[in-house]
C-alpha cells in the first residue's frame, strides 16, 4: 500500500480471528503555535504560511489551533472563545493578534480601521514587508488605487472610482534594501482593504515573489509568498498602554539575497 499526503487511506488489518478496518487522515498537521506574547485577554502569534487565519474549507485555520492551544494550556472544557480582529492572508507570515475575551474584541476591533482626518493610523499600526523582482521608483512613497474585489475570480482588482462597490486602497512604504533581483520593501498601510498590497504592487508589474494569484513567475518558498507582517502595535484592550510585537522573517527569506542587518537601522518614519 502507497500512502500519499493529503489523502484519506482505508485499510484493513488481519489477525488472530479478526478484522480491523480504519480510516488514517494523512494530512500533514501544522507545525504548533509560535506564540510571541499572552496574557488574559490576548493572544499574539507569529503565523506561519499556508493557514488560514479563519473559514478555511478544510483542514486547520489560525482561529482552529488558537482555540486548541488555549484550551489544552489551560484545561479548559468545552468551547473557548477566540476572536478575530484582523486577518491575514493564507499565503502570508508574520504577527497577528488575537482576542480572548469578548471584551477585548469589542476594544481591539475598531483600533484596525481608525485613522484621523489626514489617513495617520490612530488604532493598530502595522508595518509589513514584502520582496518583489526589479524596483520600485520612487524609493520612498505612497501608492493610491481604487479596489474591487472579483468574487468569481477570488481576487481583487484595480479599477476607477466611479465603479460600483470600488474603494480606495491606499498605502505607503520604503524601500529597504535591494540587489540586482530583488527590492525589499517595508509598506505601512494606510487602508486596509483585502489583498492590498498584493494587488498594488501586481499593477505596477511588480508582483510578490511567489504570489502566483496576481502574476507573479517567480518562485517563492511553497505555501507562502514574500510578504511578511512585520510589526504590529497596538493600545492594550484592557491596561490601555501601547504594546508592540515583531515577527522575525522565515528563514525562507534568505534565498532572496539580502543583507544581514538590513533591517536593523531601519527608520520607521514613513
Given at each position: ?10 485499510t484493513m488489518f488481519t489477525g488472530l480471528g479478526w478484522n480491523i478496518v480504519g480510516s488514517f487522515d494523512l ?52 468551547k473557548v472563545f477566540v476572536g478575530i480582529v484582523s486577518r491575514l492572508d493564507t499565503v502570508t507570515t508574520g ?89 525589499l520593501l517595508a509598506i505601512r498601510l494606510i487602508s486596509g482593504r483585502k489583498h492590498q498590497i498584493r494587488v ?71
Amino acid at each position: 500500500m502507497s500512502c500519499t499526503a493529503g489523502v484519506v487511506v482505508s485499510t484493513m488489518f488481519t489477525g488472530l480471528g479478526w478484522n480491523i478496518v480504519g480510516s488514517f487522515d494523512l494530512i500533514p498537521k501544522p507545525a504548533p503555535l509560535s506564540v510571541l506574547y499572552e496574557d488574559n485577554h490576548l493572544l499574539v502569534i507569529d503565523k506561519p504560511a499556508g493557514i488560514a487565519t479563519m473559514g478555511a474549507e478544510s483542514g486547520p485555520t489560525l482561529h482552529s489551533m488558537a482555540a486548541d492551544y488555549i484550551r489544552r494550556k489551560y484545561n479548559k472544557p468545552g468551547k473557548v472563545f477566540v476572536g478575530i480582529v484582523s486577518r491575514l492572508d493564507t499565503v502570508t507570515t508574520g504577527v497577528i493578534v488575537m482576542a480572548r475575551t469578548s471584551k477585548a474584541a469589542s476594544r481591539l476591533t475598531p483600533q484596525f480601521a481608525a485613522k484621523d482626518s489626514k489617513g495617520k493610523t490612530v488604532g493598530a499600526d502595522k508595518i509589513y514587508l514584502a520582496a518583489i523582482p526589479g524596483h520600485l521608483e520612487p524609493e520612498t512613497g505612497s501608492l493610491t488605487d481604487w479596489v474591487y474585489k472579483d468574487d468569481d475570480a477570488r481576487r481583487m482588482r484595480i479599477t476607477n472610482a466611479n465603479r460600483d462597490q470600488a474603494k480606495q486602497a491606499q498605502l505607503r512604504y520604503v524601500t529597504v534594501a535591494k540587489n540586482d533581483q530583488a527590492t525589499l520593501l517595508a509598506i505601512r498601510l494606510i487602508s486596509g482593504r483585502k489583498h492590498q498590497i498584493r494587488v498594488q504592487l501586481a499593477d505596477r508589474g511588480l508582483p510578490i515573489f511567489g504570489d502566483r494569484k496576481y502574476g507573479s513567475k517567480e518562485g517563492f518558498a511553497s505555501p507562502g509568498i514574500a510578504l511578511h507582517s512585520w510589526k504590529l502595535s497596538i493600545s492594550h484592550p484592557t491596561l490601555k498602554d501601547r504594546r508592540r510585537w515583531t515577527a522575525e522573517l522565515p528563514r525562507s527569506w534568505k534565498a532572496l539575497g539580502f543583507p544581514a542587518g538590513c533591517l536593523s537601522g531601519f527608520d520607521e518614519q514613513f
